[in-house]
């Protein structure tokens, strides 16, 4: 049998239901995965929500952006795994199962040795700040570089990339955070509240990058802090969308809208873009699967460390209490679910 986390309509934590279900068998090109880890992200809730981008109206529907797990089943004419193959994907929607089917060419190679939990961390958080960092930004060592949110999931990994990477790291973020992100080697942080954050933030001087993921309200602020040749990625909007729990035009196309507009502003100046990463995997699939590869033998050497909190998939009660937490923001690093107890 199939256990799965699902919806029946967009809305409140209490919508979550675990369903037991049969498993399905896979068609042409297909695997069927046991999953052992799959994701509990911000980005989850706005799945759950509703507001997530382009999300289609379509009952029920399984949460899960994605997964690490091992291969059960293979379909016909898969021949590029075997069983018993630890891989893993971004899916988007439908990890949050104990057996998940899909497509095998969308698939990447996991490491024995790395934790479920670790190793699922990478997928989204972990990737969206390497591709920003590396990708969009093109940041090299000894660069400084400007993070919004640095306590969050993708900023403090982003922190952690700069410390292995040898990049000087200026923060924003709650003042209960400081101790932990300059125990990671952070020298300046800045409490995001502070009437005064724009004249501290330069008096550190001017940045080779700057990743803004609070608010379309600040990206205009984040890009005049920029050297002449520097970089703002911007890369959401959860300012936006905290405590929101249901679907309104009002949020899913105006805040959308302002971000397009602030965006399409300043490329007439210095470089600016804004990072999605359902879009970058889909318009350079070979970046994705070299990044994850990079990212996964950095965690397998020790190169890099996770900072993840784990929960076990039957407690339906610990997973409605973490979607709300995620809701109200201040989750540090990651929660990933684990299936295997």
């Known amino acids: 049998m199939n256990l799965r986390l699902q919806i029946s309509t967009f809305g409140t934590e209490q919508n979550l239901e675990l369903i037991e279900e049969k498993r399905k068998k896979p068609s042409f090109g297909e695997v069927e995965i046991k999953v052992e880890a799959s994701s509990l992200s911000f980005t989850d809730t706005l799945l759950r929500r509703g507001i997530y981008p382009g999300m289609k109206k379509e009952f029920p529907l399984t949460l899960g952006y994605d997964f690490i797990g091992r291969v059960e089943t293979l379909g016909d004419g898969v021949t590029d795994w075997k069983i018993g193959d630890r891989v893993?994907?971004?899916?988007?929607?439908?990890?949050?199962?104990?057996?998940?089917?899909?497509?095998?060419k969308d698939l990447f190679y996991v490491p024995d040795a790395v934790k479920a939990e670790e190793a699922e961390s990478l997928i989204l958080s972990w990737m969206t700040a390497y591709q920003m960092m590396f990708r969009e930004a093109n940041v090299?060592?000894?660069?400084?570089?400007?993070?919004?949110?640095?306590?969050?999931?993708?900023?403090?990994?982003?922190?952690?990339?700069?410390?292995?990477y040898s990049i000087n790291v200026v923060a924003t973020a709650k003042t209960d955070d400081h101790e932990g992100l300059k125990k990671l080697g952070v020298k300046?942080?800045?409490?995001?509240?502070?009437?005064?954050?724009?004249?501290?933030?330069?008096?550190?001087?001017?940045?080779?990058?700057?990743?803004?993921?609070?608010?379309?309200?600040?990206?205009?602020?984040?890009?005049?802090?920029?050297?002449?040749?520097?970089?703002?990625?911007?890369?959401?909007?959860?300012?936006?969308?905290?405590?929101?729990?249901k679907i309104t035009p009002k949020i899913t196309l105006l805040s959308l809208l302002m971000v397009l507009k602030t965006v399409v502003f300043l490329f007439t100046h210095k470089k600016a873009k804004f990072y999605d990463i359902k879009r970058a995997k889909v318009s350079?699939?070979?970046?994705?699967?070299?990044?994850?590869?990079?990212?996964?033998?950095?965690?397998?050497?020790?190169?890099i460390k996770t900072q993840v909190e784990t929960i076990p998939f039957t407690d339906l009660k610990t997973i409605r209490a973490n979607h709300k937490k995620l809701t109200m923001g201040g989750v540090k690093g990651r929660i990933s679910i684990i299936h295997n107890q």
């Open 188 to 245: 300046n942080c800045f409490d995001y509240k502070d009437t005064t954050l724009r004249q501290k933030l330069n008096s550190v001087g001017c940045y080779d990058a700057i990743f803004d993921g609070v608010s379309e309200n600040n990206f205009k602020k984040s890009y005049k802090l920029l050297k002449s040749d520097g970089t703002l990625v911007c890369f959401g909007f959860s300012a936006k969308v905290k405590n929101v729990e």
């Open 284 to 303: 350079q699939p070979y970046w994705f699967k070299e990044d994850i590869t990079v990212l996964l033998d950095l965690l397998n050497t020790n190169k």
């Open 88 to 104: 893993g994907a971004l899916t988007i929607k439908g990890a949050n199962s104990t057996f998940v089917v899909h497509s095998s």
């Open 140 to 164: 090299k060592a000894n660069n400084t570089i400007l993070i919004h949110g640095a306590a969050g999931g993708v900023g403090n990994a982003i922190v952690r990339l700069a410390q292995y």
